[in-house]
């Protein structure tokens, strides 16, 4: 009679199959706590968004031919006209950050006009070059077509940690610059 290497009783192994799920749990929360990474103060995060905001400006500053920027007349600056836009993907969402600790993202958006799609075309082929000549890498935008309506192609980089875009908006059709910065945990002031 073969003997059956597995002999242990039932409630045994229905305990192992129940603590096991939670092990996994346990270890990957623990890993995630582990990589949560370095706490920075208040003023790293303030200079880290406004690092991310001037980064947008300069590239609505660099667009030719001139767009004019949603919600604003002929000759406004970038900086009036830039939108702060929330970010989801960084929070902290199995509650380990401690009390006077918060993450951030900051995200800035700028909503473009112009005249014709073949402007558009033209700023983004300039900003490309312009890229291509810092010695960044330039990665296509596909456009996201809508019935009847052709979608604008766009183009993206990272500069410093830092995601730039000239595409058309995610929820939209207008042309859009985004800056995304890098999620970071910091400590809040009270």
């Given at each position: 009679m073969?003997?059956?290497?597995?002999?242990?009783?039932?409630?045994?192994?229905?305990?192992?199959?129940?603590?096991?799920?939670?092990?996994?749990?346990?270890?990957?929360?623990?890993?995630?706590?582990?990589?949560?990474?370095?706490?920075?103060?208040?003023?790293?995060?303030?200079?880290?968004?406004?690092?991310t905001k001037?980064?947008?400006?300069?590239?609505?500053?660099?667009?030719?031919?001139?767009?004019?920027?949603?919600?604003?007349?002929?000759?406004?600056?970038?900086?009036?006209?830039?939108?702060?836009e929330s970010s989801t993907s960084c929070v902290d969402d199995?509650?380990?950050?401690?009390?006077?600790?918060?993450?951030?993202?900051?995200?800035?958006?700028?909503t473009l006009h112009y005249a014709t799609r073949a402007d558009y075309l033209t700023a983004v082929a300039h900003l490309r070059a312009d890229w291509k000549a810092k010695g960044l890498t330039v990665t296509d935008e596909e456009p996201w077509d809508r019935p009847g309506k052709p979608g604008l192609p766009g183009i993206s980089t990272k500069d410093h940690g830092i995601e730039l875009s000239l595409q058309q908006a995610w929820f939209g059709d207008e042309p859009t610059v985004y800056a995304s910065g890098q999620c970071m945990r910091y400590h809040q002031q009270r």
């Open positions: 073969p003997i059956d290497s597995f002999c242990l009783s039932r409630r045994v192994r229905r305990s192992a199959v129940m603590a096991f799920p939670l092990l996994l749990v346990v270890l990957g929360t623990s890993a995630c706590q582990v990589g949560a990474g370095r706490v920075y103060s208040e003023a790293d995060y303030s200079a880290h968004a406004a690092r001037q980064a947008g400006v300069d590239t609505v500053a660099r667009l030719l031919p001139t767009a004019q920027l949603a919600g604003t007349g002929p000759g406004a600056r970038p900086e009036a006209a830039a939108r702060e199995f509650g380990f950050d401690k009390d006077d600790v918060t993450r951030g993202e900051p995200r800035y958006s700028w």
